[in-house]
């Protein structure tokens, strides 16, 4: 019997991370959750951004998934350490676990507000004497997320945005918010000399652990659901491989598809 994996964001962000762990994993069916109502988590109260994760996480459960990503990193500071039904994975240690493959002495944390006001990467690489700094970028969520990065002049305006934070010699940039994925190549060059960690590499090696080798002939589906636009991710025309690709916007107050309008299937 196949495995389902699922996948919590706010928005878009947490796409960059499910791609390659799906084209990483092509045995593996997977759900993910835009809370698109509330996005960005980086803008609201850690105790609202931790209910709306308990309740994505509930939501998940029910629909017998096997084990549940959370692909945003605001929402992995808020995650409890134990106690779900099924293994459940935040982006803080993966993160972490690459940061230490690349042996950087100086980073940079691009994060949200949410997630640099927690202090978790602070605390994390200073046991390590790893020196970090934290800068919240909201303009470039929401740039994402309103999907302005796929308009020209976009490139532009991100290295505009970038320029400003660089006031070091950076061994590496930690993407602290999945939504500057969609970013890497413009972050990369206002950062040459930089690694670029995304954490998608930790997460991975840590799932191949859990995970047994299957026979990757047989390819998983893909359930996108979101409690806001759906069409927003539609837009994306996304592609994972030969998946086939459904969708449905969802409530996360009583998990029900709002509209049987809105649920759809590409062929």
């Known amino acids: 019997m196949m495995k389902t994996i699922g996948f919590i964001d706010s928005g878009l962000g947490g796409i960059t991370i499910m791609i390659p762990v799906l084209e990483s994993f092509p045995f593996l ?3 993910y959750i835009a809370d698109q109502m509330y996005a960005p988590y980086g803008e609201k109260a850690s105790k609202t951004v931790r209910m709306r994760l308990e309740k994505a996480i509930e939501v998940l459960v029910n629909r017998g998934v096997d084990m549940i990503v959370v692909a945003c990193n605001t929402a992995s500071t808020q995650l409890r350490k134990s106690g779900y039904d099924v293994p459940v994975i935040g982006m803080i240690k993966p993160i972490m676990d690459d940061v230490n493959h690349s042996e950087a002495k100086h980073i940079l944390v691009l994060s949200t507000r949410l997630t640099s006001t927690s202090g978790i990467y602070q605390s994390a690489f200073e046991e390590t004497r790893t020196k970090t700094d934290v800068k919240a970028c909201p303009t470039l969520i929401e740039h994402v997320e309103s999907q302005a990065f796929m308009n020209p002049g976009s490139s532009r305006f991100v290295r505009h945005r970038l320029k400003r934070l660089k006031r070091h010699r950076y061994d590496a940039v930690v993407l602290g918010c999945t939504h500057f994925g969609w970013l890497k190549d413009d972050i990369n ?4 000399e930089a690694d670029i960690i995304s954490g998608t590499d930790g997460l991975i090696r840590i799932l191949r652990r859990m995970l047994k080798k ?5 390819e998983g589906t893909l359930l996108m659901c979101s409690t806001g636009d759906i069409s927003a991710i539609r837009s994306l025309a996304l592609s994972v491989g030969n ?7 969802i409530s996360l107050e009583d998990e029900s598809v709002e509209s049987k309008g809105q649920k759809q299937e590409d062929s």
């Open 29 to 31: 069916n997977g759900v």
């Open 189 to 192: 060059e206002a950062f040459p």
């Open 214 to 218: 299957k026979d990757a002939a047989h």
């Open 243 to 249: 998946r086939t690709i459904r969708y449905e916007t």
